[in-house]
């Protein structure tokens, strides 16, 4: 694990492997731990880097609103500190959110795109008043809140299947802080569309769904790579695809990176 400051704020990170230059952020409540069983397999011929978004696993809060802009730019000051000038990222959920923000800011530096269960539309007003109630009940019950919101990203079979799993996400989210959880609800509801990159882009994107998926719901979430070059990929779980289709998800990462 290794350390920077970024803006006065402590940023954790990890640095494994050779070769092209692989981040990988992680979700909402989660750390970059979530990817720690990817990384032998893909950091052979690749250099995989993983990262504490703000608020979240080893990094600090910065503030009482996490942007997704601001996430961006501690992905490249990371970059520049190891002097790395391009790299393909892998966003999972929020964390594509803060890869989407990072290849429209810094487009000369992106030559790859995997989103994870992830979007690139804005939220509507319902999840915008959805999030604020996020809010509000995270700050009347955390612990309440953390584990009904982990076991709800699940799909209902997987939920008993994954039990072992599921124990070991919310232990993890239960040690993200109250700042962290409302900074990063407060980022996500201000946050730009960006579906026009999926529309633009000249590196490869894959989209990576769950045809379960309890948060975005599959059929609103494919629209936006109509008439795109988006690569799409499946799967028939939910909102974890890190977790309930880890196998396949790490032969399908492997197949898209021999693009890059």
């Not at 970059?79 to 790395?84: A, D, G, Q, T, V």
Request: net charge positive.
């Amino acid at each position: 694990m290794k350390k920077t400051t970024f803006k006065n704020t402590i940023v954790s990170y990890t640095d494994d492997g050779q070769g092209t230059t692989i981040v990988a952020l992680h979700g909402f409540l989660e750390n970059k731990a979530m990817f720690d069983r990817f990384i032998p397999l893909l950091n052979k011929g690749h250099r995989i880097i993983t990262i504490d978004l703000l608020g979240h696993g080893k990094t600090d809060c910065m503030g009482y609103v996490h942007t997704m802009e601001e996430n961006a730019a501690i992905v490249t000051h990371i970059l520049n500190e190891l002097k790395i000038t391009k790299c393909c990222l892998i966003g999972h959920s929020m964390g594509g959110y803060v890869a989407l923000a990072f290849a429209d800011l810094y487009p000369e530096k992106t030559i790859g795109l995997v989103l994870l269960n992830s979007t690139a539309y804005e939220d509507n007003a319902e999840r915008k008043l959805n999030r604020t109630r996020a809010i509000k009940a995270v700050k009347q019950n955390f612990s309440v809140f953390v584990n009904m919101a982990i076991a709800n990203l699940f799909s209902e079979e997987n939920r008993t299947r994954l039990s072992r799993e599921i124990e070991w996400v919310k232990k993890e989210a239960l040690k993200t802080p109250l700042q962290g959880v409302v900074a990063s609800l407060e980022g996500m509801k201000i946050r730009k569309e960006r579906a026009y990159i999926l529309e633009k882009a000249i590196y490869p994107i894959l989209f990576v769904l769950g045809k379960k998926d309890p948060v975005l719901l599959y059929d609103e979430t494919i629209v936006q790579i109509k008439n795109t070059t988006v690569q799409l990929h499946t799967f028939a779980d939910g909102h974890m695809s890190t977790i309930e289709s880890r196998d396949e998800l790490s032969q399908l990462l492997l197949q898209f990176l021999k693009q890059i």
